[in-house]
């Protein structure tokens, strides 16, 4: 698949790019066969993954692409049965390197198909066209049902029905579109301007404002290459394969000693260590060992900070241990400023090929440790100075790294923290697909309080283990923990009031049960202004994600100023796909410095209903020399939605840093016809970007696409003095009559730019259109000959030829229909009335003159004989 799809890349191309180097990561149980240690790879960084099927697509190739035009998508994923069954898929979707490359543009440029599954068709100056690129891909609509085609039916749109398909031609004149339908020979190549068909309703043109590969390409993340490599005079070699595998987790704590962690900064480094030792480590790891290293944790403090000599201590554990650094991981904890030049020992820790993940603990920080993590892929946290520890906790629960079997993976329930004097009581749900292991985790500053913890059928839990070193208490559920609200109940009995803190963990509850997941990420991890940062929220069961969910991010600087943030599912601002279980968020309210991130979810639903955004074009056969040739079935999948009853979940993302921001684009805009009057609704976006709301709108039409494509302010103006922007994420409409006559067949395109209150413009909305269509007794001629359209039916070996509507959908003609109805009836009547009319008087005159003329010759003649 990879070895030909770059073949196919290579020519698609102009010659210039191909897979050089491919990396295999195995599961870290697999034990036939020789792998190479893995170093920074990890199943969850992985961009290709073969992984169990995503039961709304079941073996159907998709990318997860969840970000906007021209942004990385996260992974494609492919099943084993799809790449192992060499003969089943070949028809369905085409040949499998062809489709990696439809993929890989997904995944690497992000690019959007060129196909619409939803709206596989569309009217265009009164013609239907399939949803296509190019427009010169030819072929014929047919209707299909239980394998059997027939003449295709329109509905009171003037739209085929959903059980009518495009076969398209397996002989074509034309070399594109990759983005539409790569499994056709003659297709070797993306779209470019001169067949670029801008008029489809497909993502590619609505997300990336009908902007070809061409434009996308040139400012992505390979555009320098694509601008400066030149074509290849010979065919690339095929390309190399490693096979990886991760070895055994090898984790080495580098914890900052030095006087400035004096008081609660040792105590908190040591709690939040010891919870790490004790329950995030999930190797062969006796209880033994667990209790001596937390002995051995640090009380006392002494010196300066210096960081290259810890690290070098560190990676040099690492040799011990191992006999290597390769692969192994460094957590570096430290609350103050470098007292060398770190350049000196940077290149070492690159050299190492070891993992280093550093925190930043208080506002002293230095942030050049941010370089560590982000040169050997490690992770970067900034954890404010508070009297809680479960913030520095927190940090320690997302270190692991996922090595993709989320059935051993600890999840974080709960995070919290209270300073209290008496009691502290809450509930935790815990749901059906978690249970095991569960553990709930209390800190606290001072005395140890009183625990009691019940379950949802009233069964209370006292056995617990102190630690008077760490300032702990853990208590672990027997067994699966019962579904359901778990009650806690603290009491801390001093008279003065402590920071107490609450964790809460647990696993999968079987083996065969995947647990709800939360994955958390910023798009940018350092932002100067220039781009808004972007904040993400997947929340997923199995890959299928659930919809619902209440989404709050928590982001607070190295200075302790929090900022909450709602984040949503809505497919406006800053969210591309409305109901993809991505919620999104812009973050423009932050002032310069070091910023965490903490989201916590919560669920009130039960179900989790199946989700398919866009996938593998299926294709239902194609047209040979006029014959139809039907490919097997479209492959079946799971739609029945999962209980998964109410739960929480908290996660805690990686930090960043900001070094001010226009409206979002509005990308949901909808046109509407009624009768002659347009009906215009989109969502509102925010001043800054989905914060608070714009000033006004500035919105336009033109009956040429292009126009406002290219020169929006060049359209026409529509008047919106009586709208008023509301605040992001309500509902806009405006309605308008355009300023020309409407007649059967027209389409006019409209479009929307926001500006706030500094007059920062947002871009141009995507384009939405309407087309004034009025049902006649048999389809307009096509404009297309290649389709070869007769006027009224169709057969299997005719084009795209549609019936005359029928009574039922001519019962539902608007009032606009009847109108025009009745006055071509009048004027018909009328002119038939004055034809008849003149013909009369024709008649007449012509009788009288013929009189005239016989009448003449006889008188003359009578005189002559007289």
């Not at 697909?433 to 209390?442: L, P």
Request: with cysteine.
């Amino acid at each position: 698949m990879i070895i030909s799809g770059s073949e196919f890349l290579f020519e698609a191309l102009d010659h210039k790019l191909y897979f050089k180097e491919v990396k295999i990561l195995v599961p870290p149980n697999w034990t036939t066969g020789k792998y190479e240690r893995a170093t920074t790879e990890s199943f969850d960084k992985g961009r290709i993954r073969i992984d169990n099927a995503n039961s709304a697509f079941g073996d159907e190739p998709y990318t997860h692409q969840v970000t906007g035009c021209g942004t990385e998508a996260q992974y494609i994923h492919f099943t084993p049965k799809y790449l192992l069954d060499k003969d089943l898929y070949k028809n369905v979707y085409g040949p499998k390197g062809r489709v990696f490359v439809h993929e890989w543009a997904h995944l690497r440029w992000g690019v959007f198909d060129e196909y619409n599954k939803k709206e596989a068709f569309y009217l265009s100056a009164g013609q239907i066209k399939p949803t296509r690129c190019s427009d010169k891909i030819l072929g014929k609509t047919l209707e299909v049902i239980n394998q059997s085609t027939g003449s295709c039916r329109t509905d009171r749109t003037g739209l085929p029905t959903s059980s009518c398909r495009f076969f398209p031609n397996v002989k074509q004149n034309t070399n594109v579109s990759i983005m539409y339908m790569p499994s056709i020979d003659s297709v070797k190549a993306f779209c470019n301007e001169e067949e670029h068909n801008a008029e489809a309703p497909n993502e590619q043109n609505s997300k990336c404002k009908k902007a070809t590969r061409t434009v996308i390409f040139q400012e992505s993340i390979d555009k320098d290459a694509l601008r400066n490599l030149k074509p290849l005079p010979s065919p690339p070699p095929a390309p190399t394969f490693r096979v990886l595998q991760r070895g055994p987790q090898v984790v080495c704590l580098v914890l900052d000693v030095s006087k400035s962690m004096m008081g609660q900064g040792i105590r908190k480094q040591r709690q939040s260590s010891s919870f790490f030792l004790n329950q995030w480590i999930q190797e062969q790891f006796v209880s033994f060992f667990r209790d001596r290293l937390i002995h051995m944790m640090p009380k006392n403090v002494n010196g300066i900070t210096n960081i290259c000599e810890g690290l070098r201590e560190g990676l040099m554990i690492l040799q011990e241990n191992n006999n290597k650094t390769i692969g192994g991981e460094i957590i570096f904890l430290t609350d103050g400023k470098a007292t060398e030049n770190i350049q000196e020992c940077l290149q070492e820790a690159v050299q190492s090929g070891a993992i280093i993940h550093t925190i930043l603990f208080g506002p002293e920080a230095d942030s050049v440790l941010k370089i560590f993590a982000d040169k050997t892929g490690g992770k970067f946290y900034v954890v404010p100075d508070s009297k809680y520890s479960h913030k520095l906790v927190n940090v320690f629960s997302s270190m692991t790294l996922f090595d993709g079997n989320p059935m051993t993976q600890p999840i974080q329930l709960e995070s919290t923290g209270k300073e209290v004097a008496g009691w502290f009581n809450g509930t935790v749900p815990i749901d059906q697909t978690v249970g095991n292991q569960t553990t709930f985790i209390v800190t606290y500053e001072t005395s140890a309080p009183t625990v009691y913890l019940q379950s949802p059928s009233g069964l209370v839990y006292d056995q617990r283990i102190t630690s008077n070193i760490a300032n702990t208490i853990t208590l672990t559920v027997p067994g699966t923990a019962e579904p359901g609200d778990w009650k806690y109940m603290f009491l801390s009995e001093g008279t003065a009031a402590q920071a107490i803190s609450l964790i809460v963990i647990s696993q999968a509850a079987h083996e065969d049960v995947y647990p709800v997941t939360v994955t958390v990420r910023m798009i940018q991890q350092t932002n100067d202004g220039t781009k808004p940062l972007l904040m993400l929220a997947e929340v997923a069961h199995n890959y299928n994600p659930v919809l619902g969910a209440s989404v709050s991010a928590t982001l607070e600087s190295d200075k302790g100023q929090p900022v909450s943030l709602q984040l949503l599912d809505n497919g406006a601002g800053a969210d591309s796909f409305k109901g993809d279980g991505t919620y999104s968020r812009y973050c423009t309210e932050l002032l310069r410095g070091k910023y965490s991130l903490k989201v916590r979810v919560e669920y009130q639903q039960t179900e989790v209903p199946p989700y398919k955004h866009s996938g593998a074009l299926y294709i239902p056969g194609y047209i040979d020399d006029g014959e139809v040739k039907l490919n097997p079935p479209e492959p079946p999948v799971n739609l029945q939605p999962i209980n998964v009853g109410s739960f929480t979940r908290t996660v805690t993302g990686q930090s960043f840093v900001v070094a001010n921001f226009p409206p979002n684009m509005i990308t949901d805009l909808i046109a509407e016809l009624k009768e002659d009057t347009v009906l215009l609704t989109w969502t509102a976006p925010g001043e800054d970007y989905d914060l608070g709301k714009a000033k006004f709108y500035e919105i336009r039409w033109s009956e040429d696409f292009k126009m406002l494509q290219y020169s929006f302010s060049s359209a026409n103006l529509v008047n919106t003095s009586g709208l008023v922007p509301q605040e992001f994420g309500s509902a806009e409409q405006h309605t308008f009559q355009p300023s020309i006559t409407l007649q059967n067949g027209t389409t006019l395109f409209f479009a929307i730019q926001s500006v706030d209150k500094q007059a920062a413009m947002s871009e141009v909305s995507n384009i939405a259109r309407v087309t004034k269509y009025v049902p006649t007794h048999r389809p307009p001629p096509s404009s297309n000959p290649d389709l070869n359209l007769p006027p009224q039916t169709c057969s299997s070996n005719s084009g795209l030829n549609l019936p005359p509507p029928t009574p039922e959908l001519n019962s539902g003609l608007n009032l606009t229909a009847i109108i025009f109805s009745l006055c071509v009836l009048t004027i018909m009547v009328c002119l038939i009335a004055v034809v008849i009319t003149w013909a009369l008087k024709r008649r007449r005159r012509y009788v009288i003159n013929r009189t005239r003329k016989s009448e003449i010759p006889l008188i003359e003649q009578r005189v002559i004989q007289a």
